[in-house]
């Protein structure tokens, strides 16, 4: 089955700084790729997301890059906040795998001042 | 329009208990899936409902169990509860259709089982 390994585990950062999140996943047959920010006591929320015919994709401050042939997608978050300070998690899901997102273990993002 | 809903927010059951756990979905949407989120597994799919069928299941043992209400509305029950069932239950809600899959999550229910 699909798995997803999300590196690094933990990563912090200066305020103003970049943040870059790695994903890879093994499952060929995986076509949608979001991207999940979970703050301490909330419920997951999708910050973006890019499908497989799309090599990347941004939104403000963040932006995805997906490299179907390495089988890897990753996180760039730019100019960073406090508030951005949050689990991030990754996900892959296969068109035929109904309702089902493989998540990555996630990245815990400190932003200090 | 409004966002998924769970109840209950908090649960105390004890061992060999049972609990049922409610999601309403976005209106509009026709699948739910259910996730259980630990410190140690991390976010772990349990199954996925669309149109009341039950169309993906994770590898979850048979304790677990779902079901969708013609409203979309979804439940799920955990039979014989184990210390290890503690978790974060979260459902999430989507339109259920090919290339539209984007999920949207409850604020879950954390169950403690003592």
């Known amino acids: 089955g699909e798995n997803v390994e999300q590196h690094p585990s933990t990563l912090s950062v200066q305020e103003g700084d970049s943040a870059v999140i790695k994903c890879t996943y093994s499952?060929?047959?995986?076509?949608?790729f979001p991207w999940y920010k979970q703050e301490l006591g909330k419920r997951p929320q999708l910050i973006i997301d890019?499908?497989?015919?799309?090599g990347e994709k941004k939104d403000q401050r963040i932006a995805v890059t997906l490299n179907k042939t390495a089988k890897h997608f990753s996180l760039h978050i730019t100019e960073t906040q406090p508030e951005d300070s949050a689990v991030y998690f990754c996900a892959a899901k296969a068109t035929d795998s109904w309702g089902k997102l493989q998540f990555g273990a996630g990245t815990q993002v400190v932003v200090t001042p | 329009k409004a966002g998924v809903t769970q109840t209950p927010r908090y649960l105390i059951k004890t061992r060999g208990q049972q609990v049922t756990l409610s999601c309403s979905p976005i209106s509009g949407h026709r699948s739910v899936s259910w996730y259980q989120q630990t410190p140690g597994q991390g976010l772990q799919f349990l199954f996925e409902y669309f149109s009341e069928t039950q169309r993906n299941k994770g590898n979850f043992p048979g304790r677990f169990s779902g079901r969708q209400f013609s409203n979309s509305r979804s439940e799920m029950n955990v039979s014989t509860l184990e210390l290890g069932d503690s978790a974060l239950y979260l459902c999430?809600?989507?339109?259920?259709?090919?290339?539209?899959?984007?999920?949207?999550f409850g604020p879950g229910t954390r169950l403690l089982v003592l």
């Open positions: 499952d060929s047959a995986s076509n949608y």
């Open positions: 890019i499908r497989s015919n799309v």
């Open positions: 999430a809600s989507s339109s259920g259709l090919a290339y539209k899959e984007t999920q949207y």
